[in-house]
């Protein structure tokens, strides 16, 4: 399996609280994303770097920054947590994006409540 | 855009059942295709994956047939288990100058009874 840590594994936390996931890899893969599931969304791309302190927005980004200082960690921040970022959130990361079919490794995911 | 659409679940089979979860796909490039499988409480699995027309992927048990020509994807297994109870995702990866993003479908998820 890919070394992909991610921590917390679950949060409970109040509306307008900032929260930080972690992301740790130990695989030195480039390209690191976050996500996040939710019912009858299925898996949606929040934030995704491909590099050092290199990031871009996925299609559900409002409201998340994410920040990575070094190869092997990937942080997403909720500046100030809505209800509405209640959900399950997964790390995933991927060698090489320049050859076909380079599939992606998911981390176990963090459960995350705001209420 | 690139969009990828499975069927709606959930699908429940009894053990030894014939297996059929359908994907079909949109993409603005050539892409990649890939299964994933979430069991209970965990991430994402690759279960599969194909990157040309024509190509089939296989594992444990479970395959695959790159469709060009009819945009499909769909996953078949011939005898499933009560371990194959999971949520299955589709999902593509787009050549189109974002190879390195996926988009997935809304998953399926299945139960298989002893």
């Known amino acids: 399996d890919a070394g992909i840590t991610q921590s917390p594994r679950h949060k409970v936390t109040e509306t307008g609280t900032p929260v930080t996931l972690r992301c740790h890899q130990t695989?030195?893969?480039?390209?690191m994303y976050w996500y996040r599931q939710d019912p009858g969304h299925g898996l949606r791309l929040i934030h995704y770097s491909y590099g050092v302190k290199d990031t871009d927005k996925g299609e559900v980004s409002d409201g998340y920054s994410v920040s990575r200082s070094k190869t092997e960690d990937f942080l997403l921040t909720l500046e100030s947590a809505t209800s509405s970022q209640t959900s399950v959130y997964f790390c995933a990361i991927s060698g090489f994006a320049g050859g076909r079919g380079q599939p992606q490794h998911f981390g176990d995911g963090t459960r995350l409540s705001i209420l | 855009g690139n969009s990828v659409t499975q069927m709606e679940g959930p699908v429940t089979l009894s053990e030894e059942a014939f297996l059929t979860i359908n994907c079909t796909y949109t993409a603005t490039g050539y892409p990649s295709l890939f299964w994933y499988v979430q069991y209970p409480g965990e991430g994402l699995q690759l279960l599969l994956k194909a990157t040309k027309a024509d190509d089939k992927g296989s594992n444990k048990g479970f395959e695959a047939t790159y469709r060009k020509e009819t945009t499909s994807f769909h996953l078949e297994k011939g005898s499933v288990q009560v371990s194959d109870s999971a949520v299955y995702f589709c999902?593509?990866?787009?050549?189109?100058?974002?190879?390195?993003?996926?988009?997935f479908g809304k998953g399926t998820l299945l139960t298989v009874n002893p």
């Open positions: 695989e030195n893969h480039r390209y």
């Open positions: 999902a593509l990866s787009d050549s189109g100058g974002s190879n390195y993003k996926l988009t």
